[in-house]
T-cell receptor
């Protein structure tokens, strides 16, 4: 069974631009969560989607948004990029939000110049 | 913001030795999980311990949980060079939010 896939793996953007990252969960998994990892703040929860609905949201500004499609694939969008948005963005999936174990993808490394 | 703190921040040992990492957290939890991350790549789930459990084993891993002290420890026995990675604890809080991670321990196992 294929694991969680994230595209693109690497991305370079400039301040003020916007970016869309994609996550395809493990087949059959319907819950997708996003996390941001930076050297300064560590790993932080962004949001979680289940059945195309956002269930939980972390403490991030409105520039960070996401959505989930009917096939459970998820995208996250960051508008008006700032230098501090440079990070590794990780996606994780599980069958349902109640499932304790999440399976993480390899991440998308975003560099904002 | 980080739920917990991990101790030590960095640990360097020789192959064959045991490695112990500690994690503390602040709120009530449903479970605590340990993950491994190699060189800024994705996270690999290692082991989960529920709030009503005190100790759990998986291969060379041993996890303990003390909910009264809000702390956990991960013991890796007979370490190998391939165990070199960052190790994170993560808690699933009773409030229902998704995982909250600690700051991580960078483990280096020297051959």
């Amino acid at each position: 069974k294929a694991g969680v896939t994230q595209t693109p793996r690497y991305l370079i953007k400039t301040r003020g631009q916007q970016v869309t990252l994609s996550c395809s969960p493990i087949s059959g998994h319907r819950s997708v969560s996003w996390y941001q990892q930076t050297p300064g703040q560590g790993l932080q929860f962004l949001f979680e989607y289940f059945s195309e609905t956002q269930r939980n949201k972390g403490n991030f500004p409105g520039r960070f948004s996401g959505r989930q499609f009917s096939n459970s694939r998820s995208e996250m969008n960051v508008s008006t990029l700032e230098l501090g948005d440079s990070a590794l963005y990780l996606c994780a999936s599980s069958f349902t939000p109640l499932e304790e174990t999440q399976y993480f993808g390899p991440g998308t490394r975003l560099l904002v110049l | 913001s980080q739920q917990g703190e991990e101790d030590p921040q960095a640990l360097s040992i020789q192959e064959g030795e045991n490695a112990t990492m500690n994690c503390s957290y602040k709120t009530s939890i449903n479970n605590l999980q340990w993950y491994r991350q190699n060189s800024g790549r994705g996270l690999v789930h290692l082991i989960l311990i529920r709030s009503n459990e005190r100790e759990k084993h998986s291969g060379r891993l041993r996890v303990t949980l003390d909910t009264s002290k809000k702390s956990s420890s991960l013991l890796i026995t007979a370490s190998r060079a391939a165990d070199t990675a960052s190790y994170f604890c993560a808690t699933e809080e009773t409030s229902g939010s998704r995982l909250t991670f600690g700051e991580g321990t960078q483990l280096t196992v020297n051959p």
